[in-house]
């Protein structure tokens, strides 16, 4: 039950700053406070700004594959073993440039860090899955001692 209310909260979480992410760079090229912030960089900044808007979008819609991979698994439609799969892992994210974000809007960085916040946790999750680190935990060393015992 947890694993499935972690999952959803993820979800949420990952849908609600997509539709904030989908309003911000969208708004970011249209006329208005957003607009005039990006109208006001270098051009090479408002490449960067593009740039990382696609970031922003890769990573969440990584994030959100993953997290309806793990829906299905709970829903019964796949397999664990089906989930190890290379195919069905937490897509790989570009890295941004620290150095590159500070050129642009406070806004905009806010976004990105949370997009990157976000991706880090579900990627320690998808890691946490694969078999080795399961065969090494030491929660489940331990429940293996203990029905051991008894």
Request: aromatic share 6%; with cysteine; glycine share 4%.
């Amino acid at each position: 039950m947890l694993a499935r209310r972690l999952t959803d909260s993820l979800y949420v979480e990952a849908m609600l700053l997509a539709d904030e992410a989908r309003t911000y760079f969208d708004a970011s090229y249209q006329s208005g406070s957003h607009g005039a912030e990006i109208a006001a960089l270098e051009p090479f900044d408002r490449v960067l700004f593009s740039c990382e808007s696609l970031k922003v979008t890769t990573r969440l819609m990584h994030i959100v594959a993953w997290l309806l991979t793990q829906r299905a698994v709970d829903a019964g439609e796949l397999s664990r073993d089906q989930v190890r799969e290379p195919s069905r892992r937490l897509g790989p994210a570009v890295v941004s440039d620290d150095a590159a974000l500070a050129r642009l809007p406070e806004s905009a960085r806010i976004l990105i860090t949370t997009s990157i916040d976000l991706y880090r946790r579900v990627e320690r999750l998808d890691t946490g899955m694969s078999e080795d680190a399961v065969a090494t935990s030491p929660a489940r060393h331990l429940i293996h001692r203990l029905s051991q015992s008894f």
